[in-house]
């Protein structure tokens, strides 16, 4: 048996609480242990509180001194597109010299950019691109990501995404949920036959996905100019027909009913969220969905329309804070940035900030059991950071590495 006694720390952040997502003022309620203490036995926790009551049942532990440090869970980020080709740098070039997001897409740029240089790369060639994006997620102290497909829009390179996101599973250090977005972006080829490729979509990209077992959700793009409600549905609904979750892509740029079709269909999630009305506030309340939240990609389009928080906490949903790292408009695999953008552009506290990138983002997939706090039975995924208290976190932001992380009980970063 490997035992690893943790001590010294100047705040061990537990977020123990009840299991289930935190609402309301519960999102400030950290369960901070100020010198805290854990065992982990087999990379599960095993104990956790003070020095003085854990450090004599932790005889041949392996002892990690954090060094008055902070401890805190690992970062869960619920919305991720970890897999792609090459980067969008010229596009960021033509937004900084004023073009919109909008614009570019229009001109053949956007989301099927990436596709054609991802449909074009190899699985191993994808795999390895991937494999430097899990780095730079543990490097910041994330252990857990949603990862979406949605840069092939064919049956084998769909396919071909979802088994490196697998692979990267299982061969680093960063766990992963795979979700299905194959329904991201019209193809070049179906330009004017949105519904046939939606056809496509449902009959033969659903059934195969489901028959390997590739993803545990799916998602769509809901937007006026790409799919729209009647599409989303069919799309939805096959997928919950095979047995996925479902997400959604929903009032990013425009208001025209898609997270209300979230409520409708029991979604698990909506996503962005910038322009949803107070109706439709309720209505995910009423359906109790989770509201995840990007405003890495409202910062990085050059956008000023942030989600509204504040009005989503107060009707009582359970929000997630998320990257949304993509080649295109969010590309920071950093939940530190995240955080700090949350507390200074939507007026959230610190703790609230860090409950939504924790154990809020772990329930929302689905894994609230095994993630997003430090209680006994869950895994031994934490950060020592370089810093002494939680509300350094979004206050220092910018290149910051966490000093530790370990995942399952195991070092995978240190410095």
């Not at 993803?215 to 919950?240: G, H, M, P, T, Y």
């Not at 506030?281 to 990085?300: D, E, F, H, K, N």
């Amino acid at each position: 048996m490997s035992r690893l006694l943790v001590v010294n720390t100047s705040q061990l952040v537990t977020l123990a609480g009840p299991a289930r997502p935190r609402i309301g003022a519960e999102l400030r309620e950290l369960a901070i242990i100020p010198g805290g203490a854990m065992i982990a036995e087999d990379g599960v926790i095993a104990a956790v509180g003070t020095r003085s009551e854990i450090e004599p049942q932790a005889e041949d532990a392996e002892v990690i001194d954090a060094g008055g440090r902070l401890a805190t869970p690992g970062f869960v980020d619920a919305h991720t597109h970890l897999v792609f080709a090459g980067n969008r740098a010229d596009e960021f070039e033509k937004r900084c010299a004023g073009a919109t997001y909008q614009e570019i897409a229009a001109q053949g740029g956007g989301i099927r950019s990436t596709v054609r240089k991802t449909c074009a790369a190899r699985e191993d060639q994808l795999l390895q691109a991937a494999t430097r994006h899990a780095k730079w997620f543990l490097q910041g102290g994330t252990t857990t990501i949603e990862a979406k497909s949605g840069y092939g829009l064919t049956i084998d390179d769909e396919l071909k995404i979802l088994r490196v996101i697998r692979r990267i599973g299982q061969t680093t250090s960063l766990r992963t949920v795979p979700t299905f977005l194959g329904a991201h972006e019209i193809p070049e080829e179906y330009a004017g036959r949105a519904d046939d490729y939606i056809s496509l979509v449902t009959e033969e990209m659903l059934p195969r996905i489901a028959d390997e077992k590739l993803a545990e959700f799916c998602d769509i793009f809901c937007e006026a100019k790409v799919f729209n409600l009647d599409q989303a549905r069919r799309v939805l609904s096959a997928a919950k027909s095979h047995g996925l979750g479902l997400r959604m892509h929903a009032d990013q740029f425009t208001s025209f009913g898609a997270s209300d079709l979230a409520a409708e269909l029991g979604a698990k999630t909506c996503d962005h969220l910038e322009q949803t009305q107070p109706a439709s506030i309720a209505a995910l309340t009423a359906a109790g969905i989770q509201p995840v939240l990007l405003p890495g990609s409202v910062y990085a389009i050059g956008s000023h329309k942030y989600p509204d928080a504040r009005a989503m906490i107060e009707a009582g949903l359970a929000i997630v804070f998320a990257t949304d790292f993509n080649p295109g408009s969010s590309p920071t695999t950093s939940m530190r940035t995240v955080m700090s953008l949350a507390c200074t552009q939507m007026k959230m506290t610190p703790a609230e900030a860090l409950t939504a990138a924790t154990i809020n983002a772990a329930y929302s997939l689905n894994r609230g059991h095994e993630s997003g706090s430090l209680e006994p039975g869950k895994a031994a995924d934490f950060v020592i950071h370089d810093a002494e208290d939680y509300r350094e976190l979004p206050y220092f932001f910018g290149d910051y590495q966490a000093v530790a992380v370990f995942a399952r009980g195991l070092q995978c970063i240190a410095h």
